[in-house]
């Protein structure tokens, strides 16, 4: 696939590391003492504007799948997305920074209908992405992450086995778990593996489920949430757009909230803005502060201020505190491991959160992959069954590789398949394989289909 990114930053820098092995990669950018810092990986790199037809033509920007454009200027980004549009098919991802530009895109492109018309395929807001994926992880209690399929009709859940499981050195066929519940994969350290029934859970596992709301809910009441897990208090540490952002989304539900941010003028703001939130202005890492306000007493403490060091103090006095749950934002994606390590229930990152968007809206849905767990080591795709298709069981599909069809979608019903289950022609699949067998996957349904 041939890919351009405009823009040599952090983000850009990301996505060519991540890509550049299996992708043709080139990097547009202005300030060539940027470009040099790509000069290790094996990629292009054009010294310009994405907004100057000469240089999209340099780029061969008529024969691209994708582009990108992550420059610091909203306004930049979105001239190289329209730029890009009226002169190629390819799929375009506009990164901005600014809310005001995310919701004029959306209206943008929501009243687009003619061939001439803007529409970015993809426009992402990093910050907003953290606060939604903040949001499920607080409002799913214990969950690690959350991922919403077929217009939510399936979800994958996924949950750390702590000491107190009843999970703990359980083998699966010993587990009964409900019908519309699977196991789809286990990730023990830095190794993910789809299981059998005679492997057991481990202590700090990470397992991956996937199935329906309600399925999921049982198994989630049942085995991992009691009443001591439910969240009626939340505290937020930072005051920028991202703790702004999840304030406001919590004041929807029945939680309380307290955010305490150092500024005092944005503390201003924020009154102005928020009616159920109770500000407060002081310094976050400033123990006998938040000893007073009972920070040991709350269910889930979320640090969100603009520096990793400072987020990484918060959590680790607000869990010594006595905090049930911890979740703190890191910038740097190689730290967010050392986060987990030393403490921190669950680290996320603006960065990684539109690493993701991009994997799973624009270059992974080429391939009919819809998300990414684990550090990208698991992969669910969709397959679609053709119209030819002649009617076999599950159990006698005989896959090639390890993979989960999690679930069969059959017009509007969702199916949760046993070994009995029929696949039939038209049917939609949800299916959980490692990252490297994911292609080979598609290509089985493929030829076993034709």
Partial sequence: MKIVIYGAGDIASILATEFFE??????????????????????????????????????????????IATSELDEANIVGCIMTKYLSCAKTAC?????????????????????????????????ELLTREIFSIITVPDAVDVENFNRGKTRLLEYKIKENS???NKKLKDVDFNEETLVVGIAREDFLFIPNGDDSFKLNDRCIFMGTPEGLDLTSFKFFIDEKSAVENVAIIGGGTVGFEL??????????????????????????ELNKTLILNADGTNTEFLTQEGIGGMDVVIALTNRDEKNLLCSLISKQLGAKRVISRVDRLMTATLFENVGVDVAVSPKQAALNEIKNQIIDSKMGIIASVEKDMGKVQEIQIGCDF?????????????????????????????????IRANDTLLVFSMAED?????????????
């Fill in 22 to 67: 299996d992708h043709d990669i080139i990097v547009i950018d202005p300030n060539q003492q940027k470009l040099n810092q790509f000069a290790h990986l094996d990629l292009s790199t054009i010294n310009g504007d994405a907004s100057n037809i000469n240089i999209l033509n340099q780029a061969d920007i008529k024969n691209a799948d994708v582009f």
């Fill in 95 to 127: 990164f901005v920074s600014r809310k005001e530009c995310k919701n004029s895109l959306k209206v943008i492109n929501e009243n687009a209908t003619g061939e001439n018309d803007i529409n970015i395929n993809c426009v992402i807001w990093p910050e």
């Fill in 166 to 168: 009843p999970l703990l």
């Fill in 247 to 272: 304030a406001k989304l919590l004041e929807k539900t029945k939680i309380k909230v307290k955010l305490i941010e150092k500024d005092y003028k944005r503390c201003e703001l924020l009154s102005e």
């Fill in 390 to 422: 002649k009617d076999i069981s599950l159990m006698n599909l005989k896959l090639p590789y390890r993979a989960v069809v999690a679930t069969i979608q059959r017009g509007s019903r969702v199916i949760i398949p046993k070994g009995q289950t029929l």
């Fill in 438 to 450: 994911a292609q080979k996957i598609k290509n089985f349904f493929k030829n076993i289909g034709a």
